[in-house]
């Protein structure tokens, strides 16, 4: 049974339980009144509360919750936060059917200036500030306010029924720019790459650096990258028509891999041809090296040479050979950055369309305070043999250990063995997610898209599949390590090839209430763990530097596998 036909089947399956209301396996029926009241109340719908709630074990069973048809005129962000709430009321229902005490505390909120939405989770509303000593339920919450033409701010609050919490905001006012351009045919289509907003000519935007590409029917697609200052206005004329550039890059390292506005282009020297006259935005990196970014500019009917010298980053390479890249210390936008609902529309999955996306959401910031060490490939068989002893079945493919518990013994092998030198462990879901995108804001390190030649995915011709071959008969096996190029960072098949392993416990929730610095949420080894990067048979959204899902993994008759590849600490050596 193909991939696709599982997917419908199951879905189908949970559509007869909603439509039918059929009590699920593990509910315990309640007379109490719910401590969140939500609208639509689909709790009457369901005589039980879901297993394992106590355990975490309900975050298998989501994807029944928050259907189209179950709460209709609702945007998927709305959809999510109902869910969440759902559920969440659920818990605390079982909490206190247990005996335990449900606490609040109380919370103003202020702002310079007045008027700012406040947010709790970054989607549940409060009101707007100033907010007096509002009614929250105790525990550690993320505070978000934001304000039309400000930009967004958070902060982490920890609510005490004792302690009254204040938070004051100084919103900083954000000096949109302009972009007018006058474009030669004039039915060309213009588009700002990664900008939610159809482009209109005077339209507002946010300073920074934005790739603009202009397409007609029948030819091929032009991109220039265009940067506007603090509330410039930018006009420039674009002749799709006219006389080209070209572009001949040189690198003083063998292997590099050379993007042009935001396109994969190529390797090593290479000469790029019938390039729009203008700015263009150019990337070179190799692994374990430092990459490169700069702006060039095209001159018409000539051809510029741009010579790119590369210097070699931190790293280091452990008694096993596993190799390991320094990765920076640095703050990135978590999550999906396309709207959900546009996301929902590409989905091929036709019961529901956007459960796939919802663990993802909200988009929010992370910092990450200290640099760490990454391993550049994930585990092989190889590392395994060496450290656990079983039989080698080829080396430098990426190894997929049953369970989640053979894992945690080669950690432990492995710190062992390089004692004093090394302290390994799973990345957390933040610094895989932050390690992946290595410095870009794309749904794949490698752009909009991804293509079957930088990535080992299910060839689908799927949303944000780009140029992708025909479907392949089966699952493919998973390739070797190094088998496609490296990210701007040197880390190797982030995207496919198999998933990876985090130390973080699964909540589809956690980007609601996660921390705003090195999150992390750490919980008990019976429940699900978070994966990370898409596997050898996903198709090309499963594989999105945000997309998030979780690995069973307890006992022998858990089928679904995963990799994992390491983070390293030094240690410093002990003076005698």
């Not at 639509?40 to 189209?68: A, C, H, M, N, W």
């Not at 900008?195 to 209109?200: C, D, L, R, S, V």
């Not at 700015?279 to 060039?296: C, D, M, N, R």
């Amino acid at each position: 049974m193909s991939l696709r036909s599982i997917r419908i089947l199951s879905a189908a399956l949970a559509v007869v339980f909603i439509l039918t209301g059929l009590a699920l396996p593990g509910w315990a029926a309640s007379d109490q009144e719910p401590i969140i009241k939500l609208k639509p109340d689909l709790s009457k719908r369901f005589r039980k509360t879901p297993k394992g709630i106590e355990d975490g074990g309900y975050v298998l069973r989501l994807p029944i919750f928050g259907q189209k048809m179950d709460l209709p005129n609702m945007t998927t962000l709305e959809r999510m936060e109902y869910t969440r709430l759902f559920i969440f009321n659920a818990k605390l229902t079982h909490q206190r059917k247990q005996g335990k005490a449900i606490t609040f505390g109380k919370l103003t909120v202020t702002s310079e200036p007045v008027g700012a939405q406040v947010w709790i989770s970054s989607y549940t509303p409060k009101g707007a500030t100033p907010l007096n000593n509002d009614r929250v339920l105790s525990g550690r919450h993320r505070i978000t306010v934001r304000k039309q033409g400000y930009y967004e701010q958070a902060r982490m609050v920890t609510i005490t029924p004792d302690t009254p919490a204040k938070l004051d905001f100084k919103l900083k006012s954000i000096p949109y720019a302009r972009l007018s351009l006058e474009v030669n045919p004039p039915d060309t289509n213009v588009a700002i790459v990664g900008w939610p907003e159809k482009y209109t000519s005077g339209m507002k935007i946010a300073p920074g650096s934005y790739v603009v590409e202009f397409s007609r029917p029948g030819l091929d697609k032009k991109w220039l990258c265009l940067s506007l200052g603090d509330d410039e206005v930018l006009r420039q004329k674009i002749d799709l028509d006219g006389p080209k550039g070209g572009l001949w890059v040189s690198a003083n390292q063998p292997g590099c891999v050379v993007y042009l506005d935001g396109r994969e282009v190529g390797r090593n020297s290479l000469s790029i041809v019938d390039l729009l006259p203008g700015p263009h935005k150019l990337q070179v990196w190799k692994s374990l090296f430092e990459p490169v970014t700069q702006v060039v500019r095209v001159r018409s009917s000539q051809e510029e040479r741009v010579s790119i010298s590369l210097k070699p980053v931190e790293h280091f390479t452990n008694s096993l050979g596993m190799e390991f890249v320094k990765i920076p210390a640095g703050s990135f936008m978590m999550g999906y950055r396309d709207d959900p609902d546009v996301m929902a529309a590409k989905d091929e999955d036709i019961f529901f369309p956007h459960k796939s996306f919802l663990p993802g959401l909200p988009r929010h910031r992370v910092e990450i305070t200290k640099p760490f060490f990454m391993q550049t490939t994930e585990v092989t068989e190889e590392n395994w043999r060496k450290i656990m002893g079983s039989k080698i079945h080829s080396g430098d493919t990426p190894v997929r250990p049953l369970l989640i518990s053979k894992i945690d013994e080669f950690i432990a092998r492995m710190n062992e063995r390089d004692q004093g030198k090394y302290r390994y462990r799973l990345p957390t879901e933040a610094e895989w997610e932050y390690a992946c995108r290595a410095g870009t804001d794309s749904p794949f390190y490698t752009g909009e898209t991804i293509n079957y030649w930088q990535a080992q995915y299910q060839n689908w011709t799927g949303p944000y599949g780009d140029g992708a071959v025909k479907k392949s008969e089966g699952t493919p096996l998973p390739k070797k390590v190094r088998s496609y190029a490296p990210n701007p960072w040197g880390l190797y098949d982030m995207h496919g090839n198999a998933r990876e392993l985090c130390a973080d416990v699964y909540d589809p929730f956690f980007n609601t209430y996660a921390a705003t610095r090195d999150p992390v949420n750490l919980g008990t080894r019976q429940q699900a763990r978070t994966v990370r990067g898409g596997d050898e048979g996903a198709p090309p959204v499963w594989c999105m530097c945000a997309h998030r899902s979780f690995f069973v993994g307890q006992d022998d008759r858990d089928f679904d596998v995963s990799g994992f590849r390491l983070v390293a600490e030094k240690l410093q050596a002990k003076r005698p």
